[in-house]
């Protein structure tokens, strides 16, 4: 019987290219979006709560569009088990994926220290006056609602075509916007660790995996549901 280590190099022999490609599409989105976060703190404000949004939402459009056709875009292992999971995705890739996601986010964040120095908790994000659960239930829906464009957008043939990216990144600006203040917005598990890890900011990080991964499950049952049993898709 082979070993995981095998299993995970013989993965990672099979779909180097596309851990790759997922593993700087991550860290640009956690370089820009956290960079911008930190450069608005620096410059006091000049950045502001809604630049910041658009930043994260037009890197994400930006990626997908110049990077989707290479990996599939997630950068995300919130995404990445929601397609796994809904069997859009192979089950060797996944934990390649993953690690790839995580190690892009780290890289960014660390050049981001040294960089700009320790600034603005390095972007990561914390729920507003240490309150885990709202910030629980509002990051479940977010991922709800980004997972449910992603799958509506991106992966079902009557959608659309060429709006997917434009449909995505809307949604993460808007929801950074609007609920960036209480939650930070996060929607992704590698975005949030980047700046803990390297920062050693780890209150209630828990909550930025636990809700993403939940949001975005749910999703995949209630698109399950509303396409046939995604049968739907091929039309």
């Known amino acids: 019987m082979p070993t995981r280590g095998v299993k995970l190099q013989k993965s990672l022999t099979h779909c180097w290219r596309e ?11 956690v370089f820009a979006g956290t960079g911008a976060v930190m450069v ?23 990626l997908i569009y110049g990077i989707g056709h290479l990996s599939g875009a997630h950068f995300n292992p919130a995404v ?23 190690l892009g986010a780290l890289a960014a964040s660390a050049l981001l220290l040294i960089s700009l120095g320790r600034v603005a908790n390095l972007g ?20 709800f ?27 993460v600006g808007m929801e950074a916007a609007f609920m960036g203040p209480i939650t930070g917005a996060s929607m992704n598990p590698a975005r949030s660790l980047g700046p803990a890890l390297v920062g ?17 499950q749910l999703a995949v049952i209630v698109y399950r549901q509303l396409s046939n049993g995604f049968r739907d898709f091929q039309e």
Do not use: C
């Not at 404000?45 to 037009?58: E, K, L, Q, R, Y």
């Not at 929601?82 to 790839?100: C, D, E, N």
């Not at 992603?150 to 995505?168: E, N, V």
């Open 19 to 29: 851990a790759l490609a997922e593993g700087i599409g991550t860290f640009i989105l």
């Open 40 to 62: 608005n703190s620096i410059s006091g404000g000049s950045v502001t709560h809604i630049g910041i949004s658009f930043v994260f939402g037009a890197v994400v459009t930006a």
């Open 80 to 102: 990445t088990l929601a397609f796994w999971t809904s069997g859009f995705f192979p089950k060797r890739r996944v934990l390649p994926y993953i690690l790839a996601q995580l």
């Open 124 to 143: 990561a994000t914390l729920p507003l006056k240490g309150n885990w659960l709202q910030s629980l239930v509002l990051e479940f829906v977010l991922t």
């Open 145 to 171: 609602i980004l997972m449910f464009v992603i799958l509506g957008s991106g992966l079902d043939r009557r959608a659309h075509i060429g709006f997917a990216g434009l449909a995505i990144g809307l949604t």
């Open 200 to 216: 050693g900011i780890w209150q209630h990080h828990w909550v930025y995996w636990v809700a993403p991964i939940l949001g975005a």
